[in-house]
């Protein structure tokens, strides 16, 4: 059968993944006669256009692969869904997201009966269970493109992992490295001797537990190297630090200053992504030769290296999980330039029996995570199944319910509480929260009564909203409509700031009077709409009790706003961080989950009628959280993999639309753009060519919509 779409579900640390599969397929794509489309954060329609010729393969995160979903069973074109694809299958047991990802699969399942789905995955142990829920056939193969060698390190002895032995690892060999008592106090795990074994000629990950460790481990190392280090391809590192500071509008961080000279560099989620795609091409081309990195790289985009170390047996404090090991160890060996790959993991006496655990234990078995995230899982789940007329009896919920893998795993389910009662409670939260209409019988759990949603439950559901703050969202857009100040988009900036990022905030109240100070009259006015009043922020600053209490949520939320009202004035991540005393990392993260937001909060006012004033002011504002950049570099940023420092360099070189990008010579680029390989510029212009097909594509199925005869012309007899 001849399906109209395809859909590739990236579930692991997305940014970086996502624009190499994006970037990677649309030269597939314009050869093949197929587009791609890009799902995450506000990108992607919903529902999809529908193509008049070419076929699409939509590449989306959890998130949006589950609206995506949602969109296609509502305007009934879930059958056009040929194949779904879902990178990392073990995300299912993963919280919130995993939630998300059994959803959209049970869904396709029920609804659609054409749908193959493939699910991957090289950290899975009962797989039976999912076999079951996803009615598939199991394939595996334990083929490995290079072989991979793991060993422990114990003080100054190396041990090669062997589950054949009693204890689990055998004697291997001793660190040959002389240690000065100096180099011994400042390296007591021996990582000099490690790394100093592979590089520079080899590549080599360093795993920290957390990202000041990262920044520590990479100082330390090159304090102690050789000089030689440093002409190792020093011309290339000196032009990554001069792009870095590009990047940085004059800033760069002091640790890469620092570290970079000597092949080496820190990677993790404090960096911007402009830092962050630097320092991995730089590391792909052999430039940089070490990352001491956190465990979001082994799940993000693939950057193999010949040696992985890993410091310590943990993630932040947690002790390491198997899976986590796995991954991890899993990128040592590079194909096609190692003929093997090597694993360290760095032990500490104390740890040696978990470690030995740890080495000969099975994989964490994969949960369904439906009832640990009960608003985000199980409630979530069954609004959208009633909105989407799925199922709008307690009858149908419950025959729905059995395609899940909840379903599968009923042990989960405690003695005192059958499914079918977590079901009965969870349809009559969402009766009381005013998500939908019905009623349940007490004594009748066989209830025909059909269950409807309210407009606020559509919204909800469509927005892709938190169940735990849509009421809350309802009525700060409703008091908005009261009074909305618009002389600036503070307030608007307010009102899509993520609710979910204002427990891990703590204001410097310094600052926080400071940027209030600066707010125009009006602008001011907008923290005492929402409840943040001027006093209370003055007493704060100068360290005076508080009588009134004020919602601490609401505070920080409105810290928050002020923070994207700076950035999106100054467009430039380092100043604002500078201001507000935070990392620019965090603020980078801020951004992105504010542009995420915003698209939701966007469609959400889009099922509300009363909330018609909304729509185009949050369109324009999501594209600005988005990009964060000058209006024309705007067209530039579409295109995936170029973000703001290189949008700068095209368009400065005279590439100023689309156009321009989609008809370049990779060649010419090469020579005008600083810093751009060969296979950068040919996947620049393959992206930018894919995205003017898409748009051209859409306009001709538009113009053709507008010319069509209708079949229903009165007519005189």
Known sequence: MDYLAKLKICSGNFEGLRCFMVRGLSSFGIELGFL???????????????????????????????????????????????????????????????????????????????????????????????????????????????????????????????????????????????????????????IIALVTEVIPKYSCLIFCPTKKNCENVASMVCKYLKKEFRAHREKEKQDLIKNLKYIGNGSVCPVLKQTIPFGIAYHHSGLTNDERKSIEEAYSAGVLCLLACTATLAAGVNLPARRVILRAPYVANDFLKKHQYKQMIGRAGRAGIDSAGESILIVQEKDKHLVQDLINSPLENCYSSLLLELTKGMQTLLLSVVGLKIAVTYEEVNNFMCNTLLSVQKQLLSKERSLSEIIKDGLEKLIEKGLLKGRISEKDNNSKCTLTITPLGKATYKGSIDLAYCNLLYRELKKGLEGLILESNLHLLYLTTPYDTTSNCSPDWMIYLRQFNQLSGAEQKVADIVGVPESFITKKASGQAIRKNVDSAVVNRLYLSFVLYALLKETNIWSVSEKF????????????????????????????????????????????????????????????GVLEARAKQLYNAGYKTLAHLANADPETLVKMIEHLSRRQAKQIVSSAKMLLSEKAEALQGEVEELLKVPTDIPETY
Request: hydrophobic content about 40%; proline content about 2%.
């Open 36 to 190: 791609v489309e890009e799902y995450a954060g506000s990108k992607g329609r919903f529902p999809p256009i529908k193509r008049r010729k070419k076929k699409s393969l939509y590449i989306a995160t959890i998130e949006k692969g589950h609206a995506l979903v949602n969109s296609l069973i509502e305007t009934e074109r879930i059958d056009d869904l040929g194949l779904v694809v879902v990178d990392e299958l073990h995300m299912l047991g993963e919280g919130s997201r995993g939630a998300t990802l059994e959803m959209t699969l049970a869904k396709i399942l029920y609804a659609s009966k054409n749908t193959q789905i493939i699910g991957m995955s090289a950290t899975l142990n009962n797989v039976g269970d999912l076999q079951k829920f996803l009615q598939a056939e199991y394939y595996t193969n334990n083929f490995r493109p290079v072989e991979l060698k793991e060993y422990i390190k114990i003080r100054d002895t190396i041990y090669a992992v062997d589950s054949k032995t009693e204890n689990g690892f055998t004697f291997s060999r001793l660190l040959n490295f002389k240690y000065s008592s100096n180099l011994e106090k400042a390296d007591p795990d021996h």
């Open 581 to 640: 005393n935070m990392s620019r990392g965090y603020v980078q993260n801020l951004l992105n989950s504010a542009a995420s937001f915003a698209s939701c909060v966007l469609r959400f006012c889009e099922e509300l009628e009363e909330f018609w004033v909304y729509k185009a002011l949050l369109t324009e504002l999501t594209k600005q959280l988005t990009y964060c950049v000058k209006t024309e570099l705007i067209p530039l940023m579409e295109v995936a």
